[in-house]
């Protein structure tokens, strides 16, 4: 398998509501990630270098810092097997875009 597409109908949880400190998982972020692993489908691991594109529609657009959007999200893609480990990504492309529901479109290829 050379390139995985999704479409997730959750919105991503921004870095700053996933840890109470600095080491422990929110509630928020634990619902997050339970409800993201289960709109994951299973598929084959794409080895080696990947490229990574992140497309988040979003109903609250403008208060929305898309770098903070991404960790919690590369992560769990990791631990459900799509990709061997995030420092395999060598670019990645990132929008945000005006919607009326909140979702996000992931593309994973082979570099």
């Known amino acids: 398998m050379n390139e995985i597409n ?3 109908d959750i919105k991503a949880i921004s870095v700053n509501k996933a840890f109470q400190g600095q080491r422990f998982k929110t509630k928020e972020c634990k619902e997050y990630e339970k409800e993201l692993w289960y709109q994951l489908p299973k598929r084959p691991k794409i080895m080696g270098e990947i490229e990574i594109w992140f497309d988040f529609f979003l109903k609250n657009y403008a ?3 898309i770098s903070n ?3 919690i999200t590369e ?3 990791v631990k459900r097997g799509y ?3 995030d420092r395999k990504i060598v670019k990645m492309h990132l929008s945000k875009v005006k919607s009326e529901k909140d979702m996000m479109t992931i593309s994973i290829k082979k570099a």
């Open 6 to 8: 999704l479409k997730v």
């Open 63 to 65: 208060r929305t810092d």
């Open 69 to 71: 959007l991404i960790k």
């Open 75 to 77: 992560d769990l893609l």
């Open 83 to 85: 990709f061997e480990d």
